[in-house]
Structure formats: structure tokens, C-alpha cells
């Protein structure tokens, strides 16, 4: 909280914070902030569904023609900062759904309008009939998952309509901000695209489970006091006007917001003034999902360094998420490759000021 964000100032009571966040490895992937696992030897993925594909799994959709988990993060070319959350041993059929993936061209939001997916008639007539054979003949029961899911989506305007940002009140878009769908600062990071947020909500009312977004760009090794005031005052502006949104539509009980990075960064300022990797310590913003909201959790010492009061590790938080979400981790497992049940987490506590 700082003179950049007076918005999230103003909104404390709506929000908490834990201040004495342990556990993430010095490693530029976003796995910790997905699974709770860091990555594998080499770079490889830790190989653990993100909780996102987990409570795919787990929960499966709330609706057949809705995606239970959509990833709105935009490629990047380090992989990493635009990983939406990964279906691990889980495989493809629990990846999410991101509408701005290659082959999804007709369902992108930036730059063109949705209408002609909608008038498309005859496609639509064609996949209708495809799916009465789907469902009336024996032989074609072998369409896998994947491809199942894929029409359901195809098929109905649920999803179509949920993306199309145009449906929504001018006014709440400006609250929200626009923002664009470039990389930020022209740098190989993830977009200020204030939309994203309100995409976030919109799909979340028509049913989607989990959804993850990409808010570049924070490995600010240099620059930080050039660069923050405008990013820090974006992200202000987008945070809290979801968390707004989902207080004024009833929704604050039903849905969590984290906002949070794979590890901190260093106390001291270095001389190009900016601040370099430090996963001693780092920090989360949470919010909604029926947690206990206008606190502080945890404290670091003196000089930022390292956790003093009340450590929280990455996986005490997603037990918390998880819990929220109706799925005990003490209990719930799910099948690996061999068909072993796996704990989702080592850690299994929630933590107890928020749950």
C-alpha cells in the first residue's frame, strides 16, 4: 500500500495481506503460484496440476458448454510469465481453456467483434447436427474429451457472450480501465489490460471455476522508480474495481482473488534502482471467497529480509483456497499417470485468520 494505489488504500477493509510469504525458490516460473510446487530439474514443469486443473478434475464444469477453468493470459516469450496454470500429470483434457491461444482466432477480443462467430449460421447448424449423431450413435463415442469440450464451448454463446466486453455498461468499463493487450512497457511481460479483470468476473457468473490472468511487468531489476507509479496506479485501478464489482453483484462469498508473484524482491535498492530476485520473503492481496477480510497477516523483520511473526507458506495459502472452494486437501487425492492417488499439497493446513 503506497501513494500509487489509493484506491486499494480506501478498500482495506475488502482485502487482506500476508506479509511473511515463504517457500518460492529463486526461479522465474509461475508453478509456485499455480500448484504451490516449484518447477522441475531443468526448467521442467513440476508435473503437479495447478488448482486450477485440479478443481477441473475434481468439480468438473458447472455448465457443459462452459470451460470449468479458462486461462486469459497473453503469450509471452519467456513461458513462464504467461503460464495460465498448467494441467500437470492431469494431461490436456484439464489444461484451461484460453481463448487467446493460437487456432482461437475467431474468438479473440482485441480488435475485432464477436459478430461474426454469432452469424455464422451455418456453422452453428453444422456442429448442432454434429453433436445429435455425437449423441444418438454408438461409434462416434469415441471422440476424445478434449474435442467433446471443445463443441460443447463451440456450440453454445454462453462462452462468446461472456468475452464480449462490449455487453457491459461503458461506465463500469472505464471504472475498470482499458489498458492494453500489448506486453507492458514494450518488454517480453504480461499486458496492463485492465479488461482482463472484468473478463475475470463476467466468467465467473456464467460458471467458470478458475480463471488466472497475466499483470506484467514486475522483474524490475532497474528503472523501478521510473516505471512503478504508472503500473502500480493500473493495477489499482483494476483490482479494485473487481473486487467492487463482486461485493455489488452478491458475489464477494462465492469468489477468491489472489493477486501475487513467485518470490520477492531484495531490500536494498541496487544502483541501476531497481530490485533483484529475493525468495526469502515475499507477500500476497487476497480477497472475497467468504475469507476474513481488513487484515494483516505476518510480519518480516526490521529490514524486510526475512518472515519474524507468523510464516505462511505458498501451499498454507492454496489450502486456503482450496478449502473455500469445498475440497478438503486432507482428504482429496487424484490419480497420477500409474493411477496412484496424490495429495493435492504437502502442506494441508489452511490458514486459520482467513478460513
Given amino acids: 500500500i503506497c501513494e500509487h494505489m489509493p484506491r486499494l488504500a480506501k478498500m482495506m477493509d475488502k482485502f487482506a495481506i500476508i506479509r511473511s510469504l515463504y517457500g518460492g525458490p529463486d526461479q522465474h516460473a509461475s508453478d509456485m503460484c499455480m500448484s504451490g510446487y516449484p518447477i522441475g530439474p531443468g526448467g521442467r514443469q513440476s508435473n503437479h496440476p495447478s ?13 457443459p458448454a462452459i470451460p470449468p477453468f479458462i486461462g486469459l493470459t497473453t503469450k509471452t516469450g519467456h513461458a513462464p510469465y504467461s503460464n495460465p496454470g498448467l494441467p500437470g500429470f492431469l494431461g490436456l483434457s484439464y489444461a484451461p481453456f484460453q481463448p487467446d491461444n ?76 482499458r489498458g492494453s493487450s500489448s506486453p507492458a512497457f514494450g518488454e517480453d511481460a504480461g499486458p496492463h489490460w485492465m479488461d482482463q479483470f472484468l473478463m475475470a468476473r463476467r466468467l465467473v457468473e456464467v460458471g467458470v471455476r478458475c480463471v488466472t490472468l497475466s499483470f506484467g511487468s514486475w522483474d524490475r531489476h532497474g528503472g523501478n522508480f521510473e516505471r512503478l507509479p504508472e503500473q502500480l496506479t493500473k493495477l489499482d485501478m483494476g483490482i479494485t474495481a473487481l473486487v467492487e464489482d463482486l461485493h455489488a453483484r452478491g458475489l464477494d462469498q462465492d ?69 473455500q472452494l469445498g475440497i478438503d486437501v486432507a482428504t482429496a487425492t487424484i490419480p497420477d499417470h500409474s493411477g496412484r492417488p496424490q495429495y ?12
Avoid at 488448482?51 to 455448465?63: F, W, Y
Avoid at 461474426?116 to 447436427?129: T, Y
Avoid at 444418438?136 to 462462452?159: C, E, H, I, Q, W
Fill in 51 to 63: 488448482l486450477g486443473s485440479a478443481v477441473a478434475k475434481l468439480q468438473g464444469p458447472a455448465d
Fill in 102 to 177: 493460437e487456432g482461437m482466432a475467431n474468438m479473440r477480443l482485441n480488435g475485432i467483434t464477436l459478430d461474426q462467430l454469432r452469424h455464422r449460421q451455418s456453422l452453428l447448424n453444422s456442429f448442432d447436427h454434429f453433436r445429435q449423431r455425437v449423441d444418438a450413435n454408438p461409434t462416434m463415442l469415441g471422440v476424445d474429451a478434449f474435442t467433446r469440450k471443445a463443441f460443447d464451448v463451440l456450440t453454445s454463446s454462453k462462452l462468446v457472450e461472456a468475452l464480449d466486453l462490449d455487453r457491459e455498461d461503458p461506465l463500469l468499463r472505464d471504472r475498470y480501465g
Fill in 255 to 323: 469468489v477468491s482473488v489472489i493477486a501475487w508473484g513467485e518470490f520477492g524482491r531484495t531490500p536494498r535498492i541496487n544502483p541501476g534502482g531497481g530490485r533483484d530476485h529475493w525468495p526469502q520473503a515475499s507477500c500476497a492481496l487476497l480477497a472475497g471467497g467468504g475469507m476474513r477480510m481488513g487484515q494483516v497477516i505476518g510480519s518480516t523483520n526490521r529490514l524486510g529480509e526475512v518472515p519474524l511473526d507468523r510464516p505462511i507458506h505458498y501451499q498454507d495459502v492454496f489450502a486456503t483456497l482450496y478449502k
Fill in 344 to 355: 493435492l499439497l504437502d502442506r494441508r493446513e489452511a490458514i486459520r485468520e482467513l478460513a
